[in-house]
């Protein structure tokens, strides 16, 4: 099949038409719909913003009840996944240059509630920067 691709930069929309699949990238929001069926993924309770804040608060009580850790500084990018149920799991360290802050980023990311289930999975990376 043909691959039809049309922008419309003043609503900064982008269409793409390939077997059947519409794929709407409308200001950095990715919402696919195949065959008319939309797909939904899982979301954080309250936005990326509330994820955020819960993220970096536990990690400053983590880092606040060890004090030897509480001044170290590195940088830790951890990935994990959303199941479509909403349960986050599959936590990796990617990347590290310090290993007791890999242990707190990962007791932080054990702590994370349910998400809003969606009908996808959906993948992580989180970067941490500790100063």
Request: hydrophobic residues 40%; positive net charge.
């Amino acid at each position: 099949m043909s691959r039809l691709l049309v922008r419309i930069l003043n609503l900064k929309r982008t269409f793409i038409f390939k077997w059947s699949i519409l794929v709407i990238i409308c200001c950095g929001c990715l919402s696919v719909f195949s065959q008319g069926n939309p797909v939904y993924e899982p979301e954080y309770p309250g936005g990326m913003d509330a994820f955020y804040q819960f993220v970096w608060t536990k990690t400053d009580s983590i880092l606040d009840a060890r004090p030897p850790y509480s001044k170290m500084k590195g940088k830790v990018v951890a990935t994990f996944t959303v199941d479509a149920n909403g349960k986050p799991g599959n936590f990796i360290i990617h990347r590290s240059n310090n290993p007791e802050l890999e242990e707190v980023v990962l007791q932080a990311l054990y702590l994370l509630p349910n998400w809003t289930p969606g009908n996808v999975k959906k993948d992580y990376e989180i970067p941490f920067e500790f100063n």
